[in-house]
């Protein structure tokens, strides 16, 4: 493995920790090919790998280690970031970004989300001792911390069986709960990676966190 990356950590909380690891590589034709990409996914082991295939208009292609997914919030947040994009363009189709001081945002259609079971529990502290399940459903959990504030507590289980048992900061399946709720949220996810979301007049939904960089 020796293809050129960035490594991001995206949706940290709000003193640089936490956030969910992403590979980015910058120049797609270092790995041209469906099957040589997934390889890299896999050996890189990351939620997500994003290649970047035309910089100037933002078009994308991202792996979990075992699949090629149409859309996914953490990379496209974080290539937002990195190549400092006004738009991003995953296959599922064309997301506009905008950069609020220590935030990058996306605005994504609900619709474009692969299935999440999303799973309210009565409390946070019920979240918080959750044993990873078994491979099977991808399984959003999640409860109220703050009704009134719109505060949640999440932990996401991609239940895939490649590796990634437990998802640190899940921009879809945030996405995804905001929409079915209907409100703008302020997610905890994970150790303490931070999610924001705000839905939109047209049935989109913005995607918000902060981004830093690992390495190059």
Not at 157 to 185: C, H, N, W
Request: net charge negative; charged share 25%.
């Amino acid at each position: 493995m020796n293809t050129a990356h960035d490594v991001l950590a995206v949706f940290c909380a709000a003193d640089g920790r936490h956030g969910n690891l992403l590979g980015v590589v910058r120049d797609g034709r270092l790995r041209a090919d469906e099957a040589s990409r997934q390889a890299l996914a896999k050996d890189l082991g990351f939620s997500e790998t994003v290649f970047v295939d035309d910089p100037e208009r933002g078009a994308v292609d991202i792996y979990t280690p075992g699949v090629r997914l149409p859309f996914a919030g953490h990379p496209l947040v974080g290539v937002a970031w990195l190549l400092d994009l006004e738009v991003v363009n995953p296959p599922a189709g064309e997301v506009w970004v905008r950069q609020d001081g220590e935030f990058t945002w996306i605005t994504a259609r609900p619709e474009w989300v692969p299935p999440r079971t999303l799973r309210q529990y009565a409390s946070a502290g019920e979240v918080e001792a959750l044993e990873v399940p078994p491979a099977g459903d991808w399984v959003y959990a999640w409860a109220w911390e703050d009704e009134a504030a719109g505060r949640v507590r999440a932990r996401a289980f991609p239940g895939r069986g490649d590796g990634v048992v437990e998802d640190e900061a899940t921009g879809a399946a945030a996405l995804l709960l905001s929409a079915r709720l209907g409100r703008a949220l302020n997610i905890t996810q994970g150790r303490g990676s931070q999610l924001l979301t705000a839905p939109g007049p047209d049935g989109t939904i913005e995607l918000g966190g902060r981004v830093r960089e690992i390495r190059r």
